[in-house]
């Protein structure tokens, strides 16, 4: 397994807090990618980078930014949160986008804004 | 707009049963399509279909792509209680992986 790892892997917030999720991978992959997961929906991009300090929107990027000051970290931050964003957040990686191949998944952070 | 679509959205079998899942795809610069298998937790890579390999099988699984008619399918044979979960397509634009909603395959004994 790759080595992908998401923290906190449970929050739960209030309406306008800041939240920071962070996504910590130790296989030196260069893309790095936020997905959502909500019923109904399926994974959707938040946003996504294609190398240090290097990043793009994705699909439903309203509402959060990202941050990749190092390879192996991608940070995600909800500057002030809503109830639409709670939700399942998964990081993944992978090695090269050129390849178009397998992503790398994280197990997760389920966060709840009430 | 880029889109996957999967149908159904869900299925309700007993063991031993074979399953076709489907997938379309409108993509811009497709370049790959991949099916993941999700149960509690994180999506786990079953098969990536390219131009070069249009056809995949692993045990009672198999996946084919028809890249005219843009759509991919995912067939289980002699389905188990294990094989219950949420089947995921998703296919690439550039260096973007857009996922579909998923069909939801419950296999009862």
């Known amino acids: 397994d790759a080595g992908i790892t998401q923290s906190p892997r449970h929050k739960v917030t209030e309406t306008g807090t800041p939240v920071t999720l962070r996504c910590h991978q130790t296989e030196n992959h260069r893309y790095m990618y936020w997905y959502r997961q909500d019923p109904g929906h399926g994974l959707r991009l938040i946003h996504y980078s294609y190398g240090v300090k290097d990043t793009d929107k994705g699909e439903v990027s309203d509402g959060y930014s990202v941050s990749r000051s190092k390879t192996e970290d991608f940070l995600l931050t909800l500057e002030s949160a809503t109830s639409s964003q709670t939700s399942v957040y998964f990081c993944?990686?992978?090695?090269?986008?050129?390849?178009?191949?397998?992503?790398?998944f994280g197990e997760g952070s389920r966060l709840t804004v009430l | 707009e880029d889109k996957v679509v999967q149908s159904p959205l869900s299925l309700v079998v007993h063991e031993g049963d074979t399953v076709t899942l489907n997938c379309s795809y409108e993509v811009t610069n497709f370049r790959s399509l991949l099916w993941y298998k999700q149960e509690k937790k994180a999506p786990t890579f079953l098969f990536m279909l390219t131009s070069s390999g249009i056809e995949k099988k692993s045990g009672r699984l198999s996946s084919i792509l028809d890249k005219k008619e843009l759509f991919s399918i995912l067939n289980i044979t002699a389905t188990q209680t294990g094989d219950s979960a949420v089947y995921l397509c998703?296919?690439?634009?550039?260096?973007?992986?857009?996922f579909g909603t998923g069909t939801r395959l419950q296999v009862f004994p």
């Open positions: 993944a990686t992978q090695a090269r986008a050129r390849e178009a191949g397998e992503l790398f």
């Open positions: 998703a296919s690439y634009n550039t260096d973007k992986l857009i």
